[in-house]
């Protein structure tokens, strides 16, 4: 991590990014061809899940990429959260509180984010020291209406809804108060990389990133 860099500085750089991608593939190999596709459409920050048989490598291979920030997701123990940040994590995602997740990430200078869904579990999350919390999975809760209903009694904490989330909705949860959000399976489809149609992939990325004032590849 870069001296300059703290927790604010990469958690502005998430907010900035409007979109993470959610990498969530059967394979490695898969995974760092739709990292490879997005990067073509513009995309610099991606989120690796723990799902994929030896993510942590995969992190540190993509972490050693000049100008990419590579979070882990799907992080639910201490341990795969020290193993993330030693191979070159700069942001992790749990999928729900996990309080001892919260430790390491901080005295590495790493923003956290725990999931939530309900109010209680929101509150839960900032008192266990998130930085920002995941609503998941957000299209089964509710939608952008639920966000909306979570950013009306917590205005001060930064929502990231993850789950389901399509691209035509993409505008829709922004505007409900979403700080960004995380976008897997819609976005990132382990099928068409399996087909060789990653072009499809970045196309959309292109589009979403358009439709957003930034900047595409």
């Known amino acids: 991590m870069a001296a300059s860099e703290n927790i604010g500085d990469l958690l502005g750089r998430l907010v900035e990014t409007?979109?993470?991608?959610?990498?969530?593939?059967?394979?490695?190999t898969t995974a760092e061809q739709a990292v490879d596709a997005l990067a073509e459409a513009g995309f610099d920050v991606f989120e690796i899940t723990m799902t994929i048989a030896e993510a942590p490598a995969l992190i540190e291979s993509l972490a050693a990429r000049a100008g990419v920030l590579i979070g882990a997701g799907t992080v639910t123990s201490a341990e795969d959260a020290?193993?993330?940040?030693?191979?070159g994590a700069r942001f992790l995602v749990s999928p729900c509180v996990v309080p001892e997740v919260v430790a390491p990430c901080h005295a590495a200078g790493v923003p956290v984010l725990l999931g939530a869904m309900t109010p209680t579990e929101v509150l839960a999350a900032r008192a266990a020291g998130?930085?920002?919390v995941k609503i998941f999975p957000v299209s089964s809760a509710g939608g952008p209406a639920h966000v909306?209903?979570?950013?009306s009694i917590f205005p001060g904490v930064p929502l990231?809804?993850?789950g389901g989330i399509r691209a035509e909705q993409v505008l829709e949860y922004l505007d409900a108060?979403?700080?960004?959000?995380?976008m897997g399976g819609r976005l990132v489809d382990e099928r068409l990389v399996m087909a060789?149609?990653?072009?499809?992939?970045?196309?959309?990325?292109r589009s979403l990133r358009a439709a957003l004032g930034l900047r595409a590849g």
């Open 18 to 28: 409007k979109i993470v991608p959610v990498i969530r593939t059967s394979t490695a």
């Open 82 to 87: 020290e193993r993330c940040l030693a191979a």
């Open 130 to 132: 998130a930085d920002a």
């Open 148 to 151: 909306r209903a979570l950013r």
């Open 160 to 162: 990231v809804p993850t």
């Open 177 to 182: 108060g979403a700080a960004f959000i995380g």
């Open 196 to 205: 060789g149609r990653t072009g499809e992939i970045t196309a959309l990325g």
